[in-house]
C-alpha cells in the first residue's frame, strides 16, 4: 500500500555533511510521523530522529546539534541533512512512516529499503 524510496547516502569524510531523501508514495492521505533510524555494525536499529505532520520534532542525544531533521508534507518527503559526521555515524539508513492514512484505512510501519552511510578518512 506504501512504498518508501530513499537516496543521499554514500561516503564521506569526518566532518563532511550529508542529505538523505526520503519520498512516501501510495493512497496516502496524512502520514502522523516520518523518522529516520539507523543499525551500525555489530549494533541494533536505533532511533536518530523522527518528525510529526505538526513539525514537532525527536532527536537521538548522540546526534542533537549535528543532524536536522525536515519534511515536507505536500510531497510527503522526509529530509535528513547530517553535518560533522563522525565515525560512529556510520550505519545503514532506514526511512520510516508509521500511522499513516490511506484509502483503504490506518496502516503502521513502513521502511525504505535502508540506504549506507560510511564516515571514514
Known amino acids: 500500500q506504501v512504498q518508501l524510496v530513499e537516496s543521499g547516502g554514500g561516503l564521506v569524510q569526518p566532518g563532511g555533511s550529508l542529505r538523505l531523501s526520503c519520498a512516501a508514495s501510495g493512497s496516502i492521505f496524512s502520514i502522523n510521523v516520518m523518522g529516520w533510524y539507523r543499525q551500525g555494525p555489530g549494533k541494533q536499529r536505533e532511533l536518530v530522529a523522527a518528525?510529526?505532520?505538526?513539525?514537532?520534532?525527536n532527536y537521538a542525544d548522540v546526534v542533537k546539534g549535528r543532524f536536522t531533521i525536515a519534511r515536507d508534507n505536500a510531497k510527503n518527503t522526509v529530509y535528513l541533512q547530517m553535518n560533522n559526521l563522525k565515525p560512529e555515524d556510520t550505519a545503514v539508513y532506514y526511512c520510516n512512516a508509521d500511522r499513516i492514512i490511506t484509502r483503504s484505512g490506518l496502516v503502521t510501519d513502513y521502511w525504505g529499503q535502508g540506504t549506507q552511510v560510511t564516515v571514514s578518512s
Open positions: 518528525i510529526t505532520s505538526g513539525g514537532r520534532t
